[in-house]
């Protein structure tokens, strides 16, 4: 099944069928990588433009690494959050990068809705790399991606995701999408980060770690994003750390096989201990950021497809 759209702003709305063929491609982009080929020609021509509103390592760097191993011009611009009046800048950006005629634009941006609004504006394929707290959707894709190498299937397993649910736009793509391929989704953390109407998405909602953590096949953990909060919804690191930190003792609740996953960047001590994010079997998180850039070729790939011919 083709991709159904000319962008990828989000997982919420796609089927099955369009996950499963990017998780599919990016299986083989994954093998090819390993391999230590490439594939250069495919993206000749065309320009890729890393727009970074708000910090980030391996996102921009898996993009720029997954548009060269393609073949792509790729271009990247910082600009610092603080500096800018958003919705200005990003209409006049709009124009900047119409005028470039780019081709790809993957932009990263603090607000909701900013890379959808941007859509709009530009002729090229745009990709969120992360909206505030709305979603991640390729770093959902490299999640899955990462488990199905483990677990073969996603369906039926049951992933538990926690910590700090309700600033994470990691967490809501990984709940969309884990949901429509037929996963059980838990959702373990304080009252006061957990989203009001998470269960509405489909997902057991569970404040104690041993009780969410209970049978789990996937233990998926979660930066406190303390740059999203307004107030304080968190005592303090240690405390957080004592109750809903991953250690030895509450991950021994999961299944034996259970692999332990973090987006990045970790806070360790804060919500992982060292010893389980560094665990030579259990810890998948090295092969996380290997799986992005596997991903992400996929997903400037089924889009460039979708692209008017090369200039
Ligand atoms: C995440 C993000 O930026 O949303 N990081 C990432 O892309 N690997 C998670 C986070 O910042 O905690």
């Known amino acids: ?89 990003l209409l006049d950006t709009a124009s900047t990068l119409n005028a470039m005629q780019c081709d790809l634009l993957v932009i990263r941006h603090a607000q909701s809705g900013a890379p959808a609004l941007l859509s709009q504006k530009v002729d090229a394929a745009v990709i969120n790399a ?28 049951i992933v538990a995701i926690c910590g700090d649910i309700a600033h994470s736009r990691v967490a809501r793509s990984n709940i969309h999408l884990l949901t429509t391929m037929g996963s059980r989704v838990r959702i373990i953390g ?38 999203r909060m307004s107030g304080g919804l968190v005592p303090s690191a240690r405390e957080f750390f004592r109750f809903y930190g991953l250690d030895a003792e509450k991950l021994a609740h999961a299944k034996p096989d259970s692999i332990v996953m973090h987006p990045g960047p970790m806070n360790r001590g804060v919500e992982i201990d060292s010893a389980i994010a560094d665990h030579p079997t259990r810890s998948v998180i090295g092969e996380q950021v290997e799986m992005g850039v596997a991903c992400r070729m996929a997903v400037l790939d089924v889009l460039a497809r979708r692209l008017p011919r090369n200039r």
Do not use: C
Not at 133 to 144: G, K, Y
Not at 146 to 151: L, S
Not at 191 to 207: N, S, Y
């Open 130 to 157: 992360g909206d505030g707290t709305h979603e991640h959707p390729t770093q959902a894709l490299l999640d899955a991606l990462t488990i199905r190498r483990h677990k073969g299937s996603l369906e039926g397993l």
């Open 190 to 227: 304080p009252p006061t980060l957990i989203p009001a109407d998470v269960a509405r998405l489909g997902v057991e909602v569970f404040h104690d770690m041993k009780a969410g953590l209970k049978d789990a096949d996937v233990v998926m953990m979660l930066r406190l994003q303390r740059e």
């Open 1 to 89: 099944m083709s991709h159904p759209s000319k962008h990828l702003l989000a997982i919420e709305g796609l089927e099955p069928p369009h996950i499963a063929d990017l998780l599919d491609l990016a299986e083989s982009y994954a093998l090819l990588n390993r391999s230590g080929k490439t594939q250069r020609d495919l993206l000749k021509g065309r320009t890729l433009i890393n727009l970074f509103f708000e910090d980030s390592t391996r996102t921009r760097t898996s993009f720029e690494l997954a548009g060269k191993r393609l073949g792509a011009d790729v271009i990247n611009m910082s600009v610092s959050t603080s500096s800018v009046n958003k919705g200005e800048t």
